[in-house]
């Protein structure tokens, strides 16, 4: 199964299932969380667009109780690096909260659907360096060739920490 999916097909029975089955999602635990929009539609070129998901992104990440260390909106997907503040910081709770509240302004502005259905999440494991993984995503518009370098890109950052120390 790819990241994002194109299709949903609400004609099959049984859901892979995507999340960890043994794994609650709660607590002090960092993760890499990929969101699509709903068939990969370019959205994220809007600096209005990016600057109202930003802002509810800080709202609800502060309700929620998660650091958002790195965030990029590319055209059509959002990277996020995360971490829970405490051991009841709830990833699942707080991107499907972030997911309604965004999709329902979207729509709202827009007449049409935000987000695809699901999400990809990976849980980084303890010797799986926060920094690596920042890098990583800080690199992605690079990749795909929209700037030479990723401090030319206005849809990336941090809430925790200045990017330019990298």
């Known amino acids: 199964m790819e990241v994002c999916d194109t299709k949903y097909n609400m004609d099959i029975k049984y859901k892979k299932r995507i999340r960890l089955k043994h794994f609650e999602y709660k607590g002090r635990y960092r ?6 929009t709903y068939e990969k539609i370019t959205i994220f070129t809007d600096k ?13 990440s502060r309700m929620y109780g998660f650091k ?3 965030y990029c909106f590319m055209p059509d997907h959002l990277h996020l ?6 051991y009841e910081s709830d990833m699942k709770i707080f991107i499907s909260a972030y997911k309604q509240k965004t999709g ?17 999440e990976h849980v980084l494991r303890s010797e799986e360096d926060t920094k690596t993984v ?13 700037v030479e370098d990723f401090t030319q890109y206005e849809f990336l950052g941090s809430f925790e920490f200045d990017i330019n120390e990298t």
């Open 48 to 60: 209005s667009v990016v600057d109202h998901l930003l802002d509810a992104l800080r709202i609800q």
């Open 31 to 36: 993760y890499f969380v990929t969101i699509c």
């Open 81 to 86: 690096l995360i971490e829970g503040k405490n």
């Open 104 to 120: 329902y302004y979207y729509k709202k502005e827009n007449g049409s659907k935000l987000w695809q259905i699901n999400y990809y």
């Open 134 to 146: 920042a890098n990583y995503i800080f690199a992605n518009p690079v990749r795909k060739g929209i």
């Open 68 to 70: 958002i260390l790195v």
